[in-house]
């Protein structure tokens, strides 16, 4: 395979193949024993902790059936596919007027309006103003809303987003003006359908934000219904690692370790499935339709 | 195209619809009810004379099951108090009772509360939320002060800043809690500041309950005996180390294993070494006259020449630094210690000894009594733990709802709410046997025993609140069980041998404030410490001298000492 390559390109190839190597170990091994950790039995573990290879014969689903038969296990999850959905499309929902909005160079005070969406990136107003404002001015504690709004518009989000409708060539939407659309009849009729990699992509981006986030929830949400999934496998890791001052027998199926790592790929697994789905918006082309200049 | 648009409009719509409609109603503004005045007066007429007063309770005689009646529920307020709780939950990973549990309805039936019970989180987190709560004056009516560091220096920051209320007129509305879980002076006091008493300390998860364990089939294989010195722990941990004892024909055991726990020196489960020589703690309790670091006094220094000793000798698993209590918690079961410092339930509970158990099934861990080393007093180490602080918040109290959380508070402590929220429903979760001991046997449905998982919701307070470390209860919560050779692994039998053991009490210590530069100071000592005994920095005179001189030059911890020395002494700790 390398007969193409001269001998200086060979020894590139090799050194970057060598690199992309490592690189690639460094990321699946680690995996790799997290899927290995989660699939051990207790009585393998405790005589030698994780082996790096097992047959899936041997495999254990306990650590998954401890955190599946959690009975707010399914509550949990539900609440955190509300906040993930609502949260994405509120989020894009907001994102995209604002991005397209700013993205056109005509827009009244565009500089300013920028600089004040910059300002928020750069000095973050801190927990306490925060917590004053959703609990108390606006009582959303034990409320959805509180976990979704706040942080219904990322900055880095816009940004990325106007640069994207930035670079669809004017051409287009002047030809959509031309034959009489608006500008929310451009956005929707026009930018929008050329825009399908941006949009996935961030609202990839805002979705896995909103799967992850523990921090709100534990603040605001205090009724154990409304519950999410990153809280909820916290508390069992948690209660797992003070086993010992707990009168009962907690883990009975799994170590603490199997719990752990099965407890990462549950939370990992929604974001893996939908990800192949997503990559290839990734990697195509910015524009999916143009003109020619 | 546009339909697809359409399409998606419809569906955000639909996800807003649905997320509207998931989110729990806000809960409506509380409307303080304050409990007619005969109600609480009739409790107050009860209380002994002593627990009126505005310090802690007098100190009485460790009680047995509470005996006290339930309070009469014919003086209820007409309209429900509604009272919100925040804790740390006994079991993190079970969830909060759910609406419709017992608790619940019996709490309102015969007290007339509404009681909400929220799970603090961990750490961290915990009291992050707690802080935000602050922030916002929006704590709730009773809550754990949770702190990573001191639940005591929570109290006094909350205290600082107005946010809590004095208890001491609750006391006497709670003559049974008072005498059950209020009995120890040196803990009880801990709440109290400047002359107030500014929240509850309850009663601590069992203290003085990890000891130093021995294999005893290494001991017999090897022929030798229980060691009862330093020296002769280094001259069987050698054994240990060298001879086989586990006679696979590998050199894969260690006489000593451990690991270093975060806090100062070698930390708690080393410190069996330093007790041996009467200074197991950071802080030399034991000679009042000459109160400071236990650093600075000769026998610190022999204790740290053995450890170093160990530690030269190869006789301890030489990753103590570096692992964790998990890891640990891996290694013991697989056979690789002969000696250890282990919590009495981690080591013996049916759950944690079946993982040592099914690799060696001969294999039997024996406690080992304190050990002796110099001349002076031994311990087998300190204690210091005291039970959670909670606290009332000063807008609860405002509010005039402080009457209903001493009736709470002292419901919980009359034998229906002790048994109920630390056990469940008699029949069902528990049943008492002949002598008045909780067991599960006989139940009709064994999952729905108390210690079953699936009802560690209903009891999540039960380590907070509830629980005396009665005997009788201990016996009920930590059940022998039997080995796979028929052998019984008696948890109390442990628990007991460790809890009677000479400890030296170092509760006060939790009087202690942090210094501003705890951080560099502490760093300083450990890493000092660890290059001592790990062989990596020489000790003798002169490189002591040098150490102690720093501790003072460069991280001032002359001054800590002073000011600790002045506050204990104020506190009447320390005689002046």
Partial sequence: ?293 | MSKKIVLHLVLIALTFALLTACAAPTPEPVKPTVPPASSSSSVASSAPASSSSSVAPTAVPPTVAPTATTPKPTNTPEKAVDLEIWLIPTSSQAPAPADNWIGYKTIKDKLNINLKYVALPTGADGETKLNAAAAANALPDFFETVSTTSERNKLIDLNKQGLVAPVDSLLPMMPTRVKTHYNDPSSFTLANIDGKQMGFVEKPNLPRREGLVIRKDWLDKLGLKMPTTVDELIAVAKAFTTQDPDGNGKNDTYGIGGFFDGSWGGGQRFAFIWGAYGVPDLWNWGDPANFGLSVRTPEFRQALEKFRAINDAKIIDPDWATINRDEFRIRWPQGRYGIMWEDFSALSSPANYAKFDVNFPTGEWVPVPALKGGSGKNYLAAYGSVGIFTAVSKKSMDAGKGPAIAKLLEWMASPEGYYLLGFGVEGVNYKLDKDGVVTTEGLSDPKLAWTDASQQANTQMRNQLIYINDPKEVQARYPSSASKNGRTISQMAFYQFFSTQPWLDSIPGQLILKPSNQADLQRYYNENFQAFALGTKPLNDQTWADFLKGLDANVNAAKWEADTKKLLQDAGVLKK
Wanted: hydrophobic share 50%; aromatic share 12%; charged share 10%.
């Fill in chain 1, 1 to 293: 395979m390398f007969k193409s390559f001269r001998r200086d390109e060979l020894g590139f190839q090799l050194l970057i193949n060598a690199f992309l190597l490592i690189v690639l170990l460094a990321i699946v091994i680690p995996l790799w024993r997290v899927i290995m950790t989660s699939f051990t039995p207790l009585d393998v573990y405790m005589k030698g902790g994780t082996p790096m290879f097992q047959l899936p014969w041997q495999w254990s689903l306990g650590a998954y059936e401890q955190l599946l038969t959690h009975p707010t296990f399914p509550r949990a999850t539900l609440n955190s596919i509300i906040i993930t959905l609502g949260g994405t499309a509120l989020s894009l929902f907001l994102t995209i007027p604002l991005s397209y909005a700013l993205s056109t160079r005509t827009l009244p005070g565009r500089r300013i309006i920028i600089a004040l969406i910059l300002f928020t990136f750069l000095f973050h107003v801190g927990l306490i103003p925060t917590y004053l404002l959703v609990a108390k001015t606006l009582g959303w504690s034990n409320n959805f809303l509180a976990v979704i709004v706040p942080p219904a518009v990322g900055v880095t989000n816009v940004l990325v987003m106007m640069r994207f409708f930035e670079g669809i060539p004017d051409e287009i939407k002047e030809s959509a003006r031309i034959d009489g659309a608006n500008d929310l009849q451009v956005l929707w009729s026009i930018v929008l359908p050329l825009s399908k990699p941006i949009i996935l992509t961030i609202g990839l981006f805002y979705a896995v934000y909103y799967w992850n986030e523990f921090f709100s929830p534990m603040l605001y949400l205090n009724d154990q219904n409304l519950q999410t999934l990153p809280v909820l496998l916290r508390s069992i890791l948690i209660g797992q690692n003070f086993s010992e001052y707990v009168d009962v027998d907690v883990s009975q199926a799994a170590s603490i370790e199997s719990l752990k790592s099965a407890a990462v790929l549950l939370t990992m697994l929604p974001m893996v499935l939908v990800y192949p789905w997503i990559q290839r918006y990734f990697t195509k082309g910015t524009l999916l339709g143009g003109v020619k200049e």
